[in-house]
């Protein structure tokens, strides 16, 4: 992505958008912010990627104020497809195709009161985060999801003091925990693969270590950086952040499933997994213990202890699950495989 002379250069230059076109699509007034944002912003989208935009502002177009014969379609806050009869809706989405390419255009309008309300979310989920180490149940909409990925990977066309104003009211590293936490030591699905393990159901619990694995690397990505939570790009972001070599290179033997293809190298494709995702949340750990937004070391442990038993009685289940869980906050705990051979 490149922006000179008024004019976004996507994909290495074979695609231009000039700014009178982004103009008509987005029908700006005076104190909103523009930004462009998506893969080809991001430099990892292909010719069949959309570029995203995005207008912030004090209260949505009037269906009755825009021209439609420019766009491709229109849909309302309700997801009506608006046309040139329409009346009394607010404009959410614009979908335009750039002249002489196959690039779609996605223009979202959202009002300055929705995105504080979704930073203040995020602050509250991250809150809740820190002082409930089980698991995180509270999450974002997809939508909202992409939302702050954007703002965090965009070029500002318009109004860049106030989009670095509006950007003040969230924490990037505040998000990434909470990205973290939606994906890291997934007890239930541990315990999915031990069940399919005791009833020797091989193949499904070679299906369920590989997911396991997906998406331990996954949070830890979201330790290292990473605010886009979709599954698609995992390998992408795999590639660019600072994962160690070894264990880079671990995952993708794995993810491929080399060499699996019987009985036994199915068993140790499944303790292989389970090895490497003890070896993730050790390093882990030591991205935890480094970012102070991070909690870590000692008073996560008790904080976790706290969750897994003050509320219960003592059991082999509570002590499992918070013997798993405290891998990321001590060293010395025993190999996650030995679950699937002495069980709870």
Not at 44 to 69: H, P, Q, W
Not at 73 to 80: A, F, G, N
Request: hydrophobic share 40%; glycine share 4%.
């Amino acid at each position: 992505m490149d922006l000179t002379e008024n004019r976004i250069r996507l994909l290495g230059g074979r695609v231009s958008v000039d700014q009178a076109f982004i103009d008509n699509q987005i029908y700006l007034r005076d104190g909103d912010i523009a930004i462009a944002a998506g893969t080809l912003i991001e430099g990892i989208g292909n010719k069949f990627s959309d570029l995203d935009m995005y207008v912030f502002t004090e209260e949505r177009r009037a269906c009755e104020e825009v021209i439609y014969r420019q766009h491709h379609r229109v849909l309302s806050v309700e997801r009506d497809i608006l046309n040139e009869t329409s009346r009394g809706k607010q404009v959410f989405l614009v979908h335009t195709v750039v002249p002489n390419s196959g690039v779609k255009v996605d223009v979202e309008f959202d009002t300055f009161a929705e995105v504080e309300a979704l930073f203040d979310q995020v602050k509250t989920i991250y809150d809740y985060a820190c002082n409930n180490l089980v698991l995180l149940t509270k999450v974002l909409t997809v939508r909202q999801q992409n939302l702050i990925h954007r703002l965090f990977n965009c070029l500002v066309l318009r109004n860049e003091p106030r989009f670095q104003q509006l950007m003040g009211g969230i924490s990037r590293w505040q998000y990434c925990y909470v990205a973290y936490r939606w994906f890291a030591s997934d007890f239930s699905v541990l315990l999915d693969l031990m069940g399919a393990w005791d009833k020797r159901e091989i193949d499904r619990s070679v299906d369920l270590a590989r997911e396991n694995l997906i998406q331990q690397m996954s949070a830890y990505l979201h330790l290292v950086g990473s605010t886009n939570v979709r599954r698609k790009w995992l390998l992408t972001y795999l590639d660019q952040l600072p994962v160690p070599d070894a264990i880079r290179a671990r995952f993708l033997n794995l993810f491929y499933m080399t060499g699996v293809s019987d009985h036994r190298s199915k068993e140790q494709f499944v303790f292989d997994t389970l090895d490497l995702v003890d070896d993730i949340q050790e390093a882990s750990r030591e991205k935890l213990l480094a970012n102070p937004y991070f909690p870590a070391g000692r008073a996560a442990l008790d904080t976790l202890h706290a969750n897994c038993f003050g509320s219960a009685a003592t059991s082999d289940y509570a002590e499992t699950e918070y013997r798993y869980r405290s891998r990321v906050y001590e060293e010395g705990v025993k190999p996650t495989r030995l679950l699937l051979i002495d069980g709870i």
